[in-house]
């Protein structure tokens, strides 16, 4: 019997109580999980990005495309940085910090962004995206070799492993350059060498500063050096119907800007290697928005080699968990994370 003056109606409190849960397992379990959808988001609009590139490409040649793209992109993020950081704040990190970023927004924007555009002109998504997916073994590589880095056994077996997946992939069909199928790869594949470029580039930088103001500048100077490149495209092409302004609007919103801002978040609260793990999703989304948008299959050697990259990635990235220590998480580790 309750004393009086209680209530006959049972709380989240007593509930709670009854089933042995603390309101503070509660909260954390439903921050791994509100962090989970917000990768997983992330990664499924960068899988989503590979068939509307291809269905934008036939409205806009390559760079056009890649600029307007970022340049909407570019918009979003301004505005997000500068509810983030002062005015003063951005000015000092640029000031300190503008070579490496420049060199970062090179080769995280510009250059990936014109080859990957360049390649799906005739390749297809599930396969520009296994291949991209090798990136983070690439990374390994140009830790060991431009940082110092040291190659444990995992990272070498790993590598090995991974880069055999993606080396069987983009020679499927024989090496020539008259063949458009290897040639389409090799492209992509520069894209994959400029990401994991472009983190060993952004190492120091990143654990000095805020993740998402560099990434946000070098999306924004990133943008720049694509509108730089447009005189170099040899038929400049601009068709802006209905159908390829949303996408370019879904592109640049929610497979640029979104995405970055989402996975960069997370990166903040949760252990990059519980989030690495959603990586090795995109090639999924991609394929699976490629069959409903564009009716794309996908072929057993792609899914195989997919496979076989993960697993090497798996194997090379492989370390102790850590747990989150409250300082910035340096996202670099994503892909290198040093014994």
């Known amino acids: 019997m309750r004393p009086a003056g209680s209530s006959d109606s049972v709380g989240l409190q007593d509930v709670l109580s009854v089933l042995r849960i603390s309101p503070l397992s509660t909260a954390s379990t439903m921050k791994k999980i509100n962090s989970s959808l917000a990768a997983i988001t992330a990664v ?5 990005a590979f068939p509307l590139i291809q269905d934008s490409l036939e409205f806009f040649s390559p760079i056009m495309l890649g600029f307007l793209r970022f340049g909407v992109a570019s918009i979003m993020m301004t505005v997000v940085l ?6 003063r704040e951005i000015k000092s ?6 070579r490496p970023i420049v060199v970062l927004a ?10 990957q555009n360049i390649g799906l002109q005739e390749g ?7 291949i991209q997916s090798s990136s983070p073994v690439l990374t390994l590589l140009f830790a060991v070799a431009l940082l110092g880095e040291k190659l444990t056994r995992a990272k070498g077996i790993g590598t090995l492993i991974a880069m055999a997946g993606t080396i069987i992939l983009v020679t499927d069909g024989g090496i020539s350059l008259e063949n458009e199928s290897f040639v389409s790869s090799a492209i992509i594949m520069v894209s994959a060498v400029s990401y994991g470029l472009a983190w060993v580039s952004a190492k120091r930088v990143i654990e000095r500063n805020p993740p998402m103001l560099v990434i946000g500048l070098a ?4 943008t720049l050096f694509l509108a730089l490149a447009l005189p170099m495209e040899t038929e400049l092409r601009f068709d802006a119907t209905p159908v390829a302004v949303f996408d370019l609007l879904v592109l640049g919103t929610l497979c640029a800007a979104v995405s970055s801002i989402l996975y960069l978040s997370v990166l903040k609260t949760e252990e990059v290697s519980r989030m690495a ?3 090795y999703m995109m090639p999924v989304f991609a394929s699976l928005f490629a069959w409903i948008l564009r009716g794309e299959m996908v072929e057993v050697l792609t899914v195989a080699c997919g496979f076989v990259i993960v697993v090497g990635i798996v194997i090379a990235t492989r370390g102790p968990r850590q747990a989150y220590s409250g ?5 670099h580790d994503w892909v290198t994370r040093r014994r």
Do not use: D, H, M, Q
């Open 44 to 48: 499924a609009l960068w899988g989503l």
């Open 82 to 87: 500068l509810r983030l950081y002062t005015p």
């Open 93 to 98: 990190l640029l000031s300190r910090e503008w």
């Open 106 to 115: 090179a080769l995280y924007v510009t250059i990936p962004n014109i080859a």
């Open 124 to 130: 297809t998504s599930s396969v520009a995206c296994v």
């Open 219 to 222: 999306i924004i100077i990133g």
């Open 277 to 279: 793990f959603f990586i």
């Open 327 to 331: 300082k910035s998480v340096n996202i």
